[in-house]
C-alpha cells in the first residue's frame, strides 16, 4: 500500500491524474477465458477495490460481470457491486460483460437505477454491427473513453474524417451535457491497433487527444 501511495504521489507531483481500472474477472484479458460464479467476480472487485485506495485516483473504471450470464443474474450481480465500488466509480460498456451488448445495457439500467457508466460505445459498433442509439444512457454516464469505431473496429486510426467520428463527437456531447466529466482517449496495442508499433501506438493516442480537444473547443 505505501508503494502505491508513492507512485500517486508521484504522478500528482508531475501533474498528472490517475484513473485506475479495476477487473472482477478476466484480469487484463489475459489468458483463456474461464467461467466464475457471480460470487467469485464480487470477491475479485471487493480485494481490488481495497487495494486501489491508496492510489487515490480521480476515477475508477471497472470492468465487471460476464456476458455468458442469463440478464436477471447480470442485474443481481450489479446491484451488488455498485455497493463496493466507491462513489467516483463506473462500469464500462465493454465486450465480454453484460453491459458490452447496449439494448441488455439499457434494461440493465433501468432495473439498478444507482448503477454508473463508463462509455465505450466502440464495442457496441461492434456486437451489434451498426451504430446504435443509445442517447437514452448518455445520463448515467460519469466517464466517457474516447475513441472513435465502427460497425466492424472497435478501433480507427486517427486523422477522422468519417460517419464514425460525427458519431462519437456528438455522443460525447450528449454526455457531457448530462454530466460526465472525465475522459480518456484510451487507444490500445494490438489486436486493437492494427498496424505499427508502440511508438505509432503514442502518436495514434496523441492525433485521439488532439481530436477530443478539437472537437470540445469546436463546441
Not at 21 to 48: F, I
Not at 177 to 190: K, L, N, S
Request: proline share 5%; glycine share 6%.
Amino acid at each position: 500500500a505505501e508503494a502505491r501511495r508513492d507512485v500517486a504521489q508521484q504522478a500528482r507531483d508531475r501533474g498528472l491524474e490517475l484513473i485506475v481500472g479495476l477487473y472482477s474477472h478476466w484480469t487484463d484479458y489475459e489468458g483463456t477465458w474461464a467461467p466464475a460464479s457471480p460470487a467469485e467476480h464480487l470477491d475479485q472487485l471487493r480485494r481490488q477495490v481495497d487495494a486501489c485506495a491508496a492510489l487515490d485516483p480521480i476515477h475508477i473504471n471497472v470492468h465487471a460481470g460476464c456476458d455468458s450470464w442469463p440478464e436477471d443474474v447480470s442485474t443481481r450481480f450489479y446491484e451488488d457491486a455498485q455497493s463496493i465500488v466507491p462513489a467516483n466509480a463506473s462500469f464500462e460498456t465493454h465486450r465480454g460483460r453484460p453491459l458490452g451488448h447496449a439494448f441488455q445495457c439499457e434494461r440493465i439500467l433501468d432495473a439498478v437505477p444507482g448503477l454508473r457508466l463508463t462509455a465505450d460505445p466502440s464495442h457496441w459498433h461492434v456486437v451489434h454491427e451498426r451504430f446504435v442509439d443509445m442517447d437514452a444512457v448518455a445520463g448515467r454516464v460519469d466517464h466517457v473513453h474516447a475513441r472513435v469505431g465502427n460497425e466492424e473496429r472497435p478501433q480507427l486510426a486517427a486523422p477522422f474524417d468519417d460517419e464514425a467520428a460525427d458519431w462519437h463527437v456528438a455522443f460525447w456531447r450528449r454526455c457531457w451535457d448530462a454530466g460526465a466529466r472525465t475522459a480518456c482517449v484510451e487507444y490500445g496495442p494490438a489486436p486493437y491497433q492494427l498496424t505499427g508499433d508502440f511508438r505509432d501506438l503514442w502518436l495514434q493516442n496523441c492525433a485521439a487527444k488532439e481530436h477530443l480537444e478539437e472537437a470540445f473547443a469546436a463546441w
